[in-house]
């Protein structure tokens, strides 16, 4: 949680003042961060935690354990649809950790997105 802290503050959110930092952890036990990136045509802007996830699929990993999210709410922060999806790509059974305001709050990508989309193989 701390490295997503960190990463927050690395946020580029000129529009919504809304800071969000992730922290992804690896099958191989490296971790990376990423924060949200906002642009003046709001759907260009990027999640932190695709953010973290695309830094790590780049590096080369696809196996991803825990992911760490803070954002600067009262409340924890949950994921929107996309990193959901996102993250039930490479890891369906992923544990997610949101803490914010004192409050910890640990649940499944199954608890959040539990009829995920998926391509049939």
């Given at each position: 949680?701390?490295?997503?802290?960190?990463?927050?503050?690395?946020?580029?959110?000129?529009?919504?003042?809304?800071?969000?930092?992730?922290?992804?952890?690896?099958?191989?036990?490296?971790?990376?961060?990423?924060?949200?990136?906002?642009?003046?045509?709001?759907g260009?802007?990027?999640?932190?935690?695709?953010?973290?996830?695309?830094?790590a699929?780049?590096?080369?990993?696809r196996?991803?354990?825990?992911?760490?999210?803070a954002?600067?709410?009262?409340?924890?922060?949950?994921?929107?649809?996309?990193?959901?999806?996102?993250?039930?790509?490479?890891?369906?059974?992923?544990?997610?950790v949101?803490?914010?305001?004192?409050?910890?709050e640990?649940?499944?990508l199954?608890?959040?997105?539990?009829?995920?989309?998926?391509?049939?193989?």
């Amino acid at each position: 949680m701390a490295l997503a802290r960190r990463a927050r503050r690395k946020a580029y959110a000129p529009y919504s003042k809304f800071r969000v930092g992730a922290a992804l952890r690896a099958g191989s036990g490296k971790v990376f961060t990423g924060c949200n990136v906002e642009n003046a045509s709001y759907g260009l802007t990027i999640c932190a935690e695709r953010n973290a996830v695309f830094q790590a699929v780049a590096a080369g990993e696809r196996k991803f354990t825990a992911i760490a999210i803070a954002g600067n709410s009262k409340i924890p922060l949950r994921p929107c649809g996309a990193c959901l999806q996102v993250l039930a790509e490479f890891a369906p059974n992923i544990r997610i950790v949101l803490a914010n305001g004192g409050t910890r709050e640990e649940l499944t990508l199954r608890d959040l997105l539990p009829h995920r989309f998926q391509l049939r193989r």
